[in-house]
């Protein structure tokens, strides 16, 4: 078992920036992948990034290569979303997710089966 909490979302204006952070507890951190996603009202869940169990790999969608980068630091069992060059289209509610599987690494939902509360991510026109 795995509890994510994540924290970072606010108000920013069109080109502003925002750090998300998740922090976990439970269930080994390290040997797990993890990734951000994204839901927009009326929309469905869509991934973010995702980064495998040992950093090695990341995985962006198009929407946000090269403005958005995930990490992570192990010591601390947290997981980042740095974002750049924010855009309205970027409005959100931003979760983060652990993977099921140690060792691995996932560019879609699946295969994250524990999820955070969410935090709002809203980028003013």
């Known amino acids: 078992q795995v509890q994510l909490v994540e924290s970072g979302g606010g108000l920013v204006q069109t080109g502003g920036s925002l750090r998300l952070s998740c922090a976990a507890s439970?269930?080994?951190?390290?040997?797990?992948?993890m990734g951000w996603f994204r839901q927009a009202p009326g929309k469905e869940r869509d991934v973010v990034a995702t980064?495998?169990?040992?950093?090695?790999?990341?995985y962006y969608a198009d929407s946000v290569k090269g403005r958005f980068t995930i990490s992570r630091d192990n010591a601390k069992n947290r997981t980042y979303l740095q974002m750049y060059s924010l855009k309205p289209e970027d409005t959100a509610v931003y979760y983060c997710?652990?993977?099921?599987?140690?060792?691995?690494?996932?560019?879609?939902?699946?295969?994250?089966?524990?999820w955070g509360q969410g935090t709002q991510v809203t980028v003013s026109s």
């Open positions: 439970g269930r080994t951190f390290s040997s797990y992948p």
């Open positions: 980064i495998s169990w040992s950093g090695a790999r990341t």
């Open positions: 997710a652990q993977g099921s599987t140690p060792y691995t690494f996932y560019t879609s939902p699946t295969g994250f089966g524990s």
